[in-house]
């Protein structure tokens, strides 16, 4: 049965109607067993998100701060997308996958630093007609919601009914910040009231602004916990792709094959996992030459690569980001393999430079160079390769337009409001977490690359994490090289 967003105790118009008389109401709240809740030891992660909560209260002594969760999102009519909470809230709650739509995370400030209490809508009784009555929240539509008892223990926070907000936002002062993006409703809630307290015209975002900006780059360098769920996550997305070449002979038999790599990636990710981190890209033959190909609705063809950029987002919202390109007949051709190597070149040079202290742009240079230098080679460019390298001309960027890593994280691209300075002009430091994924694409009507070359897309995509002397690629289990991937493949129907 669908789950519908709408906020009304009970379905009405079209749809057929809860019983209302008094009768029914006496019957469906009488009989029910008595429940044996027992409160849950602390999740792992709790004691970590308590670390993060008072590293940001330091930052923010005597400001009253609001992480909302956001609301659910419609996507037709009455019914939701699958909720999921705001990044910033579940970083500093510890709640994932199971949080609660419309929740509310504030840092009260006290003269010791903050108060953190966490609100949201608690389990209805049967006293009411919600748990039976409200498609949106009632137990008998989407299942038992937990008590504020139970969360407490779960999250090792303090926990508050959803109608005791109220009586923050009445304390709302111009000392309050809001994750602005968070919650659009909310946030209008708390800008009303700061304007009444500041008696000006317009909200000043700066602050809020800065809130974003700091809890981004807090998220620059991983703690204990993440490096261990991103290393699960990474786990997963092996066996999904895994998956994927078990089922090649369905795949290549179907006219949509890239819909079967989708969908039998997406099953290991349901398995597995929360779901995907990210819609998958199952790009097969010239389609690998459309960086964000997801709509898969191509097939896959023996003789051609796929470009296979999945995945997987676990309980805890981290998630891995991989790419490989494979060949579907099991063997790559010599002009596929010319290009393909060229790329596993480039993003091992760009890994072997990783270690403290550099810059995180010498990453992308340290690819880039490879690029051209192939590119020149194989006398696609108008001038050498140093000529090209070069800020004013970067000619060999016509076959490979984007970066060479992202930070990786509760997000697959983490850290996304960081300042230049700290992330893209940043130092690189023990315990970041990010991606290194060359690429040569050369798209099919490209007159400057010879026939040959034409259609073919590849890209290689790995998940780096920073040592205390070096770097840890630690999707270096899924097979890359041409001859595992070779072998890799060759496994799968035993030829």
Known sequence: MAKTSSPAPRATGNRSTTPVSDTFKDYIASNWADRQDSNPAAREQAAFAAARRSRLSKMYPGKRLIIPAGAAKVRSNDT??????????????????????????????????????????????????????????????????????????????????????ESVLDKVDSGTLIIRDADRDLTDQVDGRRLLDAEVDSVDEDGDLQLARDLSEAKLVKDEFEISELRKAVAATKLGFDDVIGDFDAIVAHPRGERLVEGTFNRRARADGNTVGY???????????????????????????????????????????????????????PIQRKVYEAVLEAADAAFAIVKPGIRFREIHAAAMAVIARKTAEWGLLPVSAEESLDPGNQYHRRYMVHGTSHHLGIDVHDCAKARREMYLDGLVEPGMVFTIEPGLYFQPDDLTVPDEYRGIGVRIEDNILVTENGAENISAGIPRTVPDVENWLLGRTGK
């Open 80 to 165: 939701d997308f699958p909720f999921r909470a705001h990044s910033d809230f579940a970083y500093l709650t510890g709640w994932g996958a199971d949080s609660e739509p419309d929740s509310v995370l504030v840092l009260e400030p006290e003269e010791s630093g903050h108060q953190a209490t966490l609100y949201f809508r608690e389990r209805a009784g049967r006293d009411s007609d919600e748990f039976y009555a409200n498609p949106q929240i009632g137990e008998f539509w989407i299942g038992p919601r937990p008590s504020l008892a139970q969360v407490a223990a779960d999250l090792g926070l303090e926990t508050k009914g959803i109608a005791e907000l």
């Open 279 to 333: 819609d998958t890209i199952a790009a097969s033959g010239p389609h690998a030459c459309i960086l964000h190909w997801t709509r898969n609705t191509g097939p896959v063809r023996e003789g051609e690569m796929i470009l296979l950029d999945a995945g997987i987002e676990l309980e805890s919202y981290y998630t891995a980001d991989i790419t490989r390109t494979l060949p579907i007949s099991g063997k790559f051709s």
